[in-house]
């Protein structure tokens, strides 16, 4: 588990924990990181939109996209 004291929580270590979840489980995506951290911590998973940086939301947009998660023309995709 990556697991830190919520206190310590910031946009930062939040954006090295997501990145050191996707790349140390097959499979994993940004989206089931960020879930899946959000419950290691007991952080509330809207709240973690404060802690998203712009490369993890490129990262989840570019998911979502591929999974067809995402509806309008391509310029108007936004998820935060």
């Not at 802690?51 to 023309?73: C, P, S, Y």
Request: charged share 35%; aromatic share 6%; with cysteine.
């Amino acid at each position: 588990n990556i697991t830190m004291q919520v206190e310590d929580i910031n946009k930062k270590s939040f954006s090295r924990m997501v990145e050191t979840f996707v790349r140390t489980r097959k499979g994993a995506t940004y989206i089931d990181a960020i879930v899946q951290l959000c419950e290691d911590n007991d952080l509330d998973v809207r709240d973690a939109r404060k802690l998203v940086t712009k490369q993890l939301i490129e990262h989840i947009e570019a998911e979502a996209r591929d999974l067809n998660m995402l509806q309008g023309d391509k310029k108007e995709y936004t998820l935060f």
